[in-house]
C-alpha cells in the first residue's frame, strides 16, 4: 500500500492557509515564552508542531500558484495535516448564508472533508 497521497488544489489552498497559521501561532508561544524569567523550556510538543508545520508548508509553497495537484508522503506530513485540516474546514462551516461565495465554499468544505477522511 502506498503512503503518497495527492492533494487537490481546493485542499492545498486551505491547507497552506492553515499551516500558516499554525506556524504564526508557534512563533506566538515562543515569542511568550522567551519573555519569561525564569525561562521555561519549550515544550516538545509545541516544537514538534512548528517542525512538522514547517516541513508541510515547504512542501505546498508557502505562497504563490496553487499547482494542479501536490504528492504527499503521509508517513512525513499526515501529523502536521491532522492538527490544521479539522479548523479550516470548521472555518469553512462559518460563512453567513448571504455570502455570494457560499455555494464555492461549500464546495470547498466537502473537498477538504473528503480528503481529510482519506488521509
Do not use: C
Given at each position: 500500500m502506498s503512503?503518497?497521497?495527492?492533494?487537490?488544489?481546493?485542499?492545498?489552498?486551505?491547507?497552506?492557509?492553515g499551516t500558516h497559521l499554525q506556524l504564526e501561532y508557534g512563533a506566538q508561544t515562543i515569542q511568550r515564552e522567551a519573555g519569561?524569567?525564569?525561562?521555561?523550556?519549550?515544550?516538545?510538543?509545541?516544537?514538534q508542531l512548528m517542525e512538522?508545520?514547517?516541513?508541510?508548508?515547504d512542501l505546498l509553497g508557502w505562497?504563490?500558484?496553487?499547482?494542479?495537484?501536490?504528492?504527499?508522503d503521509m508517513r512525513e506530513h499526515a501529523p502536521a495535516q491532522d492538527n490544521v485540516l479539522p479548523?479550516?474546514?470548521e472555518t469553512l462551516l462559518e460563512i453567513p448564508d448571504d455570502d455570494n461565495r457560499?455555494?464555492?465554499?461549500?464546495?470547498e468544505y466537502r473537498a477538504v472533508r473528503a480528503f481529510d477522511a482519506t488521509a
Amino acid at each position: 500500500m502506498s503512503n503518497i497521497l495527492t492533494i487537490p488544489p481546493q485542499v492545498v489552498s486551505r491547507l497552506r492557509e492553515g499551516t500558516h497559521l499554525q506556524l504564526e501561532y508557534g512563533a506566538q508561544t515562543i515569542q511568550r515564552e522567551a519573555g519569561t524569567w525564569p525561562k521555561a523550556e519549550l515544550p516538545l510538543s509545541e516544537r514538534q508542531l512548528m517542525e512538522r508545520a514547517w516541513a508541510l508548508i515547504d512542501l505546498l509553497g508557502w505562497t504563490g500558484d496553487i499547482p494542479p495537484a501536490i504528492a504527499v508522503d503521509m508517513r512525513e506530513h499526515a501529523p502536521a495535516q491532522d492538527n490544521v485540516l479539522p479548523h479550516m474546514a470548521e472555518t469553512l462551516l462559518e460563512i453567513p448564508d448571504d455570502d455570494n461565495r457560499s455555494a464555492e465554499r461549500e464546495a470547498e468544505y466537502r473537498a477538504v472533508r473528503a480528503f481529510d477522511a482519506t488521509a
